[in-house]
């Protein structure tokens, strides 16, 4: 399709909405000589009158927002960078897993009255699960599932993170990681994560956009001599801002 809409000597120019496709695409019509846009569905101008949402009209939209210039482009990593986001991911999978299955077993227990006025998951606390004692033996095969669903858990997220101290060194955006850890609070997995998501940080012209895109400036509502500032606003990447909010609770 491409040849033949190019063959007139026409200059072609694509964009779509970043989302579960990937980037495939995009890398597919650059490779073909082709300018091509991943945009941000969450900055797309939108009607507020608009009731009726077909694929049509949305690529119609799209290419007239886009030759106006009213899209704003995310950037697109190299094949080598998104492997290592997708791995970082993967590791932020299985901690939200693993913190649903120790949910699950500390409500369990709760349900039963078994308290541990301790710190929790530590070695003497699995001493302390593996001593407790049920009327009911159903009870104990669930207690025992909920143990195995953590330590399966807890050995993924492990093995994840040992992944991704493993192919840090052959990463291009390594020393990146590495000045990184030089902060208090920043360990290696809190840096590639961050780097991860945040990309090339050269193309932030200044420290503003880089905390708009983490979502860590102040909301605002301003009219006329009033000024409102309230909370952050949370938009941006979510993944970085929450490993920088971690970095300082750890600090």
């Known amino acids: 399709l491409t040849v033949k ?47 009726i949402k077909t694929d049509r009209r949305d690529a119609i939209n799209l290419a007239k927002l886009h030759r106006a ?48 006025h301790r710190p929790a998951w530590t070695q003497l606390h699995r001493r302390w699960l593996a001593s407790l004692k049920f009327d009911q033996a159903v009870h104990h095969i669930v207690l025992e599932d909920c143990i195995a669903a953590v330590e399966a858990a807890r050995a993924r997220r492990d093995r994840l993170e040992a992944h991704i101290e493993a192919v840090l060194p052959e990463w291009s955006l390594a020393p990146v990681v590495e000045a990184l850890q030089a902060l208090r609070g920043v360990r290696l997995v809190a840096a590639a994560t961050l780097v991860a998501e945040l990309g090339d940080i050269t193309r932030f012209t200044n ?35 929450r490993m920088l909010i971690e970095a300082a609770w750890s600090h």
């Not at 026409?10 to 300018?35: K, N, S, V």
């Not at 939200?96 to 709760?110: D, N, W």
Request: charged share 20%; with cysteine.
């Open 5 to 51: 809409l190019a063959a007139a000597g026409r200059e072609l120019r694509f964009c779509y909405e970043a989302g579960p496709c990937g980037y495939g695409i995009q890398r597919q019509l650059t490779g073909a000589g082709h300018d091509c846009a991943v945009v941000a569905p969450s900055l797309i101008p939108r009607k507020p009158g608009e009731r």
């Open 69 to 116: 210039g009213e899209l704003t482009p995310v950037w697109v990593p190299d094949q080598a960078h998104e492997a290592i986001r997708d791995l970082v991911r993967a590791r932020q999978a299985a901690v939200r897993t693993l913190r649903q299955a120790r949910q699950q077993l500390s409500g369990f227990l709760l349900r039963h009255g078994r308290h541990y």
């Open 207 to 241: 420290p503003r956009q880089l905390m708009a895109y983490l979502g860590l400036v102040p909301s605002e509502h301003s009219s006329g001599r009033t000024r409102r500032q309230g909370g952050i606003t949370k938009a941006g990447n979510g993944a970085a801002r």
